[in-house]
Structure formats: structure tokens, C-alpha cells
């Protein structure tokens, strides 16, 4: 989520702008049958709901609490102790074949957001603290720890088939332009350099406060870095919202929204990057469908979502609609449309 105040800006490599409109292939799959469908967005949510449900109960208010600043500290060592049973249990239940291994890194991040927030929100003792670090590095996922990459979590991975066969057609095209808001650790950006963004001259531009967790930007540098992306990624520090204007109007072949899901938010991110893209590039945004926790908790940026379509109504083409949406900029697409006279 993009949050957090504005810095200065940091670039890797220079900012440059292509003048050639994105390819459009003849009759690819995307162009042909626009994908609305609920199943990958149901088979995505089976897959991460794995929280016990006397846990999940127990999660939600939690983070209720914290939201509200009424969880008393005394509850601390209880939680706690709860953390500990249920991270035991994804393990269990892991190892039986009853969850997939998506679920249990996902399980494990939520406990992982759980814990960081009881740090951050509650006086806690030295003895607590500790018992809650050795739970944080319990909850990595062993693939994570051992891996070159330095990443806590994985948001993406279970999106990259879908892109391939919906945004394959990009890879090798020279001199594409690209975006991404909210790049937390760079899981996504070095997959969108490394598949899509292989010709030469191409570029994302990826903008994110990096405030939001400890480390997060000296692993997004460190990724980045191992995966041999520099070059190709251009790291801009800030809020989307007041970033996005410095870019030139219809210059980017493909933007990525994953920023952060307040409705306003949402919103902006959405109005400016539409001017932004080029006519026939692509715009995504993700988490159309996450429903895994309340409204209340502003993780599902699909209601705002539905507005800005609303407001560009007849100007793209759909290319899939589930867990994330993706449009095309129709060619002779003609800006947001008006709200209405007052009365």
C-alpha cells in the first residue's frame, strides 16, 4: 500500500519516455473473450483463507482493538500464546495435504502484520518482545529464508500464469513504459522486468513511500539488485498521489496499481494513471475481490474501483475482471467522463 510522506525522488537510471503505441496483436486471447469470472478469484481466496476460524475470530479483533487503541497490554502474552498454537497448526495442517503452500505463507504473513502491529501499538516487555521476534522468523516461509531474494511475503506469485497469458504479448517489444504503485519488496517489478519488460530501451518506473514495514526498501534494493534489474527500474520515494502528476500524459504502455486501497486513494491513483496511459495501453489494479477481511479494514479496493470504470465507461476494453482488473485504453478513448451539472 502506498502510504506515507513525500520524499525526494530517487532514480537507478535516467526517466525516458517511448513515442511508439503499444502493440496490438491480431486476435490474442485477452482481445477475443474478456475473462469475468469469480472462479480464480474464489480459487485465490480458498487458497489463503487458512486461519483457524477460533483464530481468524480472534485476529480480526484484535486488529479491531489496535485500530481503536483499546487492547489493554495485560492481553498481550494470551495472544501471543494463541500466535503460537495457530502457527503450529498451518504447519500441521500443512504437512497433512489440508492447505497449499500459498495458504501457509499467506497465513503466516497475516500472523506475521499481527505481530509487527502489537509491537508498534502496545508497551511491551523485553521478555514479550523476544518471544514475538522468534515468532516473526517462525513465520517466514523456509523458500523466503533461503532464497537470493530478500522477501517477507509473497502478494504475487499466485497472479504470474494469468499475466503471462494475458500480458505475454508485451515481452520483447522495445521500448515499452511502464508504472507500478506500490512496489513494497520488488516481488512484482523484477517479474514485470524479467517477463514483460525485455526489449530494449523498456522501463518501470516503480513509486512507493517505503515506510510501511522495517527493511522494506533495503530489500526492494536488494531484490532488485539480484535480480539483475537496476538497470531497467527507475525507484521513485513518495505518495502516488502526489508523484503521479510529475509524470508526462500518455506516455505509459502498462501501470500496475497496488497502492493503497482508501477509497480516495484508490480513486486518484486511478484518475491519474488513466491519463497517463498511452491509447492502447494497459491499466491493472489489484485486489478487485479481496474479501478476506471486513469492509471496515479497507483491504478491497474494488467498490472505488467500480466508480472510476463508471466514470470511463465505454473508453477501455476489459481484459479480465476477478481477483485484480485489467482495461485496455480504447484508441480514441476522450478522458473522464463529468459527474453531472450541480443543481
Not at 22 to 45: K, L
Not at 67 to 80: G, K, N, Y
Not at 101 to 124: K, M, N, S
Not at 252 to 277: N, P, T
Request: contains cysteine; glycine residues 8%.
Amino acid at each position: 500500500m502506498v502510504r506515507g510522506s513525500y520524499s525526494v525522488e530517487e532514480r537507478t537510471t535516467p526517466m525516458t519516455v517511448n513515442d511508439k503505441g503499444i502493440h496490438q496483436p491480431g486476435e490474442d486471447a485477452s482481445r477475443a473473450r474478456p475473462h469475468r469470472s469469480s472462479a480464480r478469484a474464489t480459487q485465490i481466496r480458498q487458497q489463503l483463507a487458512v486461519l483457524s476460524d477460533r483464530f481468524r475470530s480472534s485476529y480480526l479483533d484484535c486488529f479491531q482493538r489496535l485500530q481503536e487503541r483499546t487492547l489493554d497490554e495485560q492481553e498481550v502474552p494470551a495472544i501471543v500464546g494463541d500466535v503460537t498454537a495457530e502457527l503450529e497448526d498451518l504447519g500441521l495442517r500443512y504437512q497433512a495435504g489440508q492447505i497449499t503452500e500459498a495458504g501457509l505463507a499467506y497465513g503466516r504473513t497475516q500472523i506475521r502484520d499481527l505481530l509487527q502491529r502489537l509491537v508498534d501499538g502496545c508497551e511491551l516487555t523485553t521478555q514479550t518482545r523476544r518471544t514475538i521476534d522468534r515468532l516473526v522468523v517462525d513465520s517466514l516461509p523456509r523458500s523466503l529464508l533461503s532464497a537470493p531474494g530478500r522477501y517477507t511475503q509473497d502478494w504475487f506469485s499466485f497472479h504470474e500464469e494469468h499475466w503471462r497469458r494475458h500480458f505475454g504479448h508485451l515481452a520483447g517489444q522495445p521500448g515499452l513504459q511502464a508504472v507500478e504503485i506500490g512496489s513494497f519488496e520488488g516481488r512484482s517489478a523484477c517479474w514485470i522486468v524479467q517477463n514483460l519488460l525485455i526489449g530494449e530501451n523498456s522501463r518501470l518506473i516503480c513509486i512507493d513511500p517505503f515506510a510501511d514495514y522495517p527493511g522494506q526498501e533495503a530489500n526492494f534494493d536488494h531484490n532488485v539488485r539480484a535480480a539483475g534489474c537496476a538497470e531497467r527500474i527507475v525507484k521513485i520515494r513518495g505518495r502516488s498521489q502526489q508523484l503521479l502528476p510529475y509524470l508526462a500524459a500518455g506516455s505509459y504502455d502498462f501501470i500496475y496499481v497496488d497502492g493503497s486501497h482508501e477509497v480516495l486513494d484508490v480513486l486518484q491513483d486511478a484518475a491519474m494513471c488513466w491519463r497517463l496511459v498511452r491509447p492502447g495501453g494497459l491499466l491493472v489494479f489489484d485486489d478487485y475481490e479481496h474479501s478476506l477481511f471486513p469492509n471496515s479494514f479497507g483491504m478491497s479496493a474494488g467498490p472505488a474501483i467500480d466508480t472510476f470504470l463508471g466514470l470511463v465507461k465505454g473508453q477501455y476494453e476489459l481484459i479480465f475482471q476477478d481477483w485484480q482488473v485489467a482495461v485496455r485504453k480504447n484508441r480514441r478513448s476522450h478522458g473522464i467522463r463529468p459527474l453531472g451539472r450541480p443543481v
